[in-house]
Structures are given as structure tokens and as C-alpha cells.
């Protein structure tokens, strides 16, 4: 599909908002609406297992970003019936893709991996799979996997990117380097699978340059889509101690619309985004930033503040 080059036909091609919604995408290829039903395989991670000497990002907690952590350990099926039918209820959808989306899923047995993506693929409204993993678990195994199941199927691989500068990598202690997110987007992408990338903003260094150039990297990148989260601060995370000893304070809802609005701007409308801001299930964990709590109100405030700038995606992207 064509990135759109008019008002209007941004009104009609991203369905009335200023950015390439993911939701498009999946209608343009799947012909309705699919949702994602979020399941767990991996209950680990290289960072967790202390890999070299790697310890727990600073942001993640103990459910290593599962939406559904009272599932964890739970057979395979038993999760994909239990949370199609809150997906299917919530988002009025009845087309799927499975998310396997905990800790560092191609941090488990490929056979684990593969047994995981036949139960998915038993459920005849499940319409692919979808992985989210760190773009430095990569072995040969698992892209040959990944490329096989695509010829059955549609493949989404989601790559927890977070921030390309190596110094933010070093504070949030992800144990790897931007050069290697760019390589692992690379070696994915190769395969023919669709790759999109996880990227937080809110970092205590970040400023306007970091943001565009992100953006341009971005564009420069075999990705077709982008998530974008806020740095927020989750209870029994290392990040909890920073925030109470005021060594770390997260941004304020303004401060993040902007950085969202600028990163739109200089990001390609040929990359869907699937969301503007982190989106917790889990709102009892979460200490701050209280904005965050409101998930549809800051939503909102997010879409008036890059509306009311005239901003839209692409705006000042030049090809
Ligand atoms: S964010 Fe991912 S890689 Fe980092 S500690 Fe959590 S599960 Fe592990």
C-alpha cells in the first residue's frame, strides 16, 4: 500500500489518525479486524539467567512483560482458549494472531518454540504468530524455524530494540549494543518475516536529536512497524529504588507527546505503529507516572497534542 500524500487520504488510509495504525495493516492483509492473544513458552531470559555476568533490565519485573501473568506455566492451549475469549470479548474481534510474547521467547527449546506455534496454528481463527524476543537470541535454528512456518503461515517477529543509543542500552542493562539491534533486525528481515521493533522513550539523557535520529534509523531499517512505550516504573523492579532515592523521575505526559510527535514526524509513513504508549495490565505494579494509569485519557492527550501541531507521520521525512 501506497503511504498516503493527501489530508484526506491519510483520513481515509490511517482510519482519522496523524500515524500508520498497525490496526490497517493487519485489515489490508487479513481482510478484518485481528487482535493479539498474548501466551507465555519462555520463563526466562538471558539477563534473568545472568548470562555474562547480564542482570535484569531495569525496567522489567518479575512477570517479564507477560499481559496474563497468572497464566505463566500454564499449557499452551489452556492459554490461547482463556485469553481469546477476554481478547475476542474486549476488542470485538474473532480473528487472532498468538502472541508469544514473555520473557525472551528464543530463550527456550526450539522444540518448546515449535510445539507452541502447532498449537497455536490448530485454532482456525488464529491467523499467524507473532514473537517477541531480544534481537541478540537469534541462532540460525530459529530464523530457518521462522522462515518454514511463514510459508504456512504469517509470521510477525517483535524485536525488544528499546533504544538504539548505547549508553541508555548500559543504564537499563539490556547486555547488548545498538550495532547489534541493527544486525538482529537485519538477520530477521532476511528471512522474509515480518519485523517490527520495540522502542522506549522517557530515557534521562534523551533529547530531540536522539529522538529524530531514532527515527531516521528507523526509516533506514527492513522493519515494518514500531511500538513505542514510556519508561514507567514498576514495583520489585531495579528501577523502583532510582525513583524513591529521586535519582530517576520519569516524564511528564507533555514532555512525552512531544518526543512522540517528533518521532512521527521524522518516521517513514511506510511503518505501522502499533501504540503510542506503554499499556500495562497490570496497573497495581505501577508507581509512576500516574498518567500512565489513564490509558484512554492519555491516549487522547497524546493524539491532541500531535494534532493540534498539525503534526502527522512523515511530515518531515524525506526519502
Ligand atoms: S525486558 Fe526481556 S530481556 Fe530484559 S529482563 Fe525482562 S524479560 Fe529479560
Given amino acids: 500500500m501506497n503511504p498516503p500524500q493527501t489530508a484526506r487520504e491519510r483520513l481515509e488510509l490511517w482510519d482519522g489518525k496523524p500515524y500508520f495504525p498497525i490496526s490497517q495493516v493487519y485489515k489490508n492483509r487479513f481482510g ?41 506455566g500454564d499449557e499452551i492451549r489452556a492459554q490461547i482458549t482463556r485469553h481469546r475469549e477476554k481478547v475476542a470479548k474486549r476488542f470485538n474481534a474473532n480473528r487472532f494472531l498468538v502472541y508469544f510474547q514473555a520473557y525472551t521467547t528464543t530463550f527456550t527449546q526450539l522444540g518448546r518454540l515449535k510445539e507452541g506455534f502447532e498449537a497455536a496454528l490448530e485454532y482456525p481463527d488464529v491467523a499467524g504468530l507473532v514473537v517477541g524476543t ?19 503461515t504469517f509470521v510477525g517477529i517483535e524485536l525488544g530494540v528499546q533504544s538504539f543509543d548505547d549508553d541508555q542500552l ?4 539490556r547486555g547488548h549494543t545498538g550495532a547489534q539491534s541493527i544486525k538482529g ?53 531495579a528501577l523502583e529504588p532510582l525513583y524513591h532515592e529521586g535519582k530517576f523521575s520519569p516524564v511528564d505526559l507533555e514532555t512525552y507527546s512531544h518526543r512522540v ?27 509512576a507516572p500516574d498518567w500512565t494509569r489513564h490509558k484512554m485519557k492519555s491516549f487522547q492527550a497524546i493524539l491532541d497534542y500531535i494534532n493540534d501541531r498539525g503534526v502527522y507521520q512523515g511530515r518531515s521525512f524525506r526519502s
Fill in 261 to 287: 510527535a517528533l518521532f512521527l514526524e521524522h518516521l517513514s509513513p511506510r511503518i505501522a505503529v502499533h501504540r503510542l504508549a506503554a499499556l500495562s495490565s497490570r496497573w497495581d505494579e505501577l508507581i
Fill in 134 to 152: 531480544r534481537p541478540d537470541t537469534l541462532s540460525d535454528a530459529v530464523l530457518r524455524t521462522w522462515k518454514e512456518y511463514s510459508e504456512r
Fill in 32 to 72: 478484518s479486524k485481528v487482535v493479539k492473544i498474548p501466551v507465555s513458552i519462555a520463563d526466562d531470559c538471558p539477563n534473568r539467567a545472568g548470562i555474562k555476568g547480564m542482570q535484569t533490565c531495569i525496567f522489567c519485573d518479575v512477570h517479564g512483560s507477560f499481559a496474563y501473568p497468572e497464566s505463566q
Fill in 170 to 173: 548500559i543504564w537499563m542493562r
Fill in 185 to 237: 533486525v537485519e538477520r530477521v528481515a532476511a528471512t522474509g518475516v515480518d519485523v517490527g521493533i520495540h522502542l522506549i522513550f522517557g530515557w534521562p539523557t534523551e533529547n530531540d536529536k536522539q529522538i529524530i535520529e531514532t527515527a531516521r534509523l528507523c526509516n533506514e531499517l527492513p522493519i515494518s512497524n514500531v511500538k513505542l512505550h514510556n519508561l514507567h516504573v514498576l514495583k520489585q523492579t
